[in-house]
């Protein structure tokens, strides 16, 4: 049975010789009321992480002008193709074994470190040399030289957060090797002052950090003096990593934020126009994401896509869930895209 011709088919056909289009060809249904998006809700769980990192320490070394960086990327089954997180941002982990250099180099990409075991590692930054400890948030602005060593005696590893796909599609990535053996050192976190903020979700109280180097001896005593005031309806206690220069997020593209859930806490139910990965630092709960139930546990780490209705709960009885999370919420306000809203005390189901 022959296809029935529009009446615009000869129009274009003309056209689209040119390299033109009717807006017309658009069906209606490419116009959606609300946002949407391919990222799936997932949740990866620790124990295949760590055994995927356990697996490549022993198989992988890392050298200049070979593979310089053990990592392991969370693949989001939305996101098979292109093998990252979600469609603005890449998450990662990352074993660096002692005695090794993960070799200098820069990129037009921002990464971030979240620290989470292990001594005697650090990363240099722009000749500024900080000491990994667990807890700590280290950034690495874009087209920064950095590098990686380890002096320690037991493997370390730590979160790598990029922001690679969004600058992907803006077809500007670039990345350059460091031409010389190893990075100088200017300064060293250890010797330097402290420099920088961490600030409440609901407040413009501050408290002091260091710009490239947020220290978790800084943001837990913080955190729990926050937990004394009332808590935010939607992320519990919670403080954002904050830019001293500018008052902002903690990097044009990122912001990051670490958050408490007391016991048996649950969150009220929301929704906004970013997309959220959240890593379990301490605890254990559950977060239902669009009615589905997401069980979590220290070391897990799971993804709320865009416009995904979504809240927290403690399963504990005593003890606390601290939970690291990262945002590409800067880059949506900068455009004026970001949105939010919430149910109140509306329930998915916990």
Known sequence: MKAESKPTDELDQLLWQKWLS????LDREDRPLDPKTTVKPYLWKWADVYDGLLQARDRIGISKGNVERRTIRLVNPGMEKSEMTSHTMLFSFQLIQPGEVAPAHRHTMTAIRFILQGKG???TVAGHKMAMEEGDLI???QWSWHEHA????EPMVWIDGLDVPFVQSLQVISLEPYREQRLPVKSSSDLSPDYGMTRPVASGQTETSRPLH???????PALKRLAEGTPHPFEGIALDYVNPL???STLPTLSCRMQMLRPGMRTQVHRHTST?????FRGSG???INGEPFHWEKGDTFIVPLWSWHEHANRAAKEDAILFSMHDAPVLKAFGLYREEGQGETRLGL
Do not use: C, F, K, Q
């Open 246 to 248: 500018t008052g902002g």
């Open 22 to 25: 009717g807006i017309w060809r």
């Open 276 to 280: 959220s990965i959240y890593h379990i």
């Open 139 to 141: 950034l690495t602005p």
């Open 214 to 220: 947020y220290r978790w001896r800084d943001t837990y």
């Open 286 to 288: 559950t977060t239902v």
């Open 121 to 123: 590692a650090y990363t």
């Open 150 to 153: 380890h002096e320690g005696n």
